[in-house]
Nanobody, 120 residues
Framework: QLQLVESGGGLVQPGGSLRLSCATS????????MGWYRQAPEKQRELVAT???????TYADSVKGRFTISRDNAKNTVYLQMNSLNAEDTAVYYC??????????????WGQGTQVTVSS
């Protein structure tokens, strides 16, 4: 069973940066597309960034220019670099893996989530 384990969340001041990591239990980047979601209290889960098998990235408009998704194939890890954070970025962030043909609405695997809080 594939496992995704997020880390790197925490409390950061507005304007600050954090880097989230998602470690996978298997080498999967040649099979699965990877994505980062977030869910704020009383809001729907939002897909914020994706990276394809070929390395193509996409971003939600709300984070474009501030967040960067990347991966290290040797470490089986996906990252989300978050800069210029503001209060609206406060949420639980989830890593997910999607096989080709499945929609991002229903990825195959989820991590447990990591809390990001932006506050002064």
């Amino acid at each position: 069973q594939l496992q995704l384990v997020e880390s790197g969340g925490g409390l950061v001041q507005p304007g600050g940066s954090l880097r989230l990591s998602c470690a996978t239990s298997q080498s999967i980047f040649d099979i699965y597309l990877m994505g980062w979601y977030r869910q704020a209290p009383e809001k729907q889960r939002e897909l914020v960034a994706t990276i394809s098998k070929g390395g193509t990235t996409t971003y939600a408009d709300s984070v474009k220019g501030r967040f960067t998704i990347s991966r290290d194939n040797a470490k089986n890890t996906v990252y989300l670099q978050m800069n210029s954070l503001n209060a609206e970025d406060t949420a639980v962030y989830y890593c997910a893996a999607r096989s080709p043909g499945r929609p991002w609405l229903h990825p195959d695997y989820w991590g447990q989530g990591t809390q990001v809080t932006v506050s002064s």
